[in-house]
Nanobody, 122 residues
Framework: QVQLVESGGGLVQAGGSLRLSCAAS????????LGWFRQPPGKGLEWMGA???????YYSPSLKSRTSISRDTIKNQFTLQLTSVISEDTAVYYC????????????????WGQGTQVTVSS
């Protein structure tokens, strides 16, 4: 059974950085692309970026300059770093497993974590 669990959310000061981790279960973790999404309060789901099975990364153009995604296949874990955070980065952040496509839509992902709340304080 595939399970994704995010951690590292909480309160972050504006101008600082956030780092979230996603622990994945399942033997075939390394065989899938992995992505990060977020949902600000009252808004829709936003794709942030993803990392492929080979370790290549691709990001939303609007977040590319501040976002970094990495993976540790030995630990079955991947991380999201977002720098220079602003109040608009307040959101619930989700990690997700890709269906095998290099996608940026929610439908390109089949398993999701429960989400972790990040609140940026000024």
């Amino acid at each position: 059974q595939v399970q994704l669990v995010e951690s590292g959310g909480g309160l972050v000061q504006a101008g600082g950085s956030l780092r979230l981790s996603c622990a994945a279960s399942g033997r075939t973790f390394s065989s899938y692309n992995l992505g990060w999404f977020r949902q600000p309060p009252g808004k829709g789901l936003e794709w942030m970026g993803a990392i492929t099975t080979s370790g290549s990364t691709y990001y939303s153009p609007s977040l590319k300059s501040r976002t970094s995604i990495s993976r540790d296949t030995i630990k079955n874990q991947f991380t999201l770093q977002l720098t220079s955070v602003i109040s608009e980065d307040t959101a619930v952040y989700y990690c997700a497993r890709g269906r095998g496509l290099r996608g940026s839509k929610w439908s390109d992902y089949d398993y999701w974590g429960q989400g972790t709340q990040v609140t940026v304080s000024s």
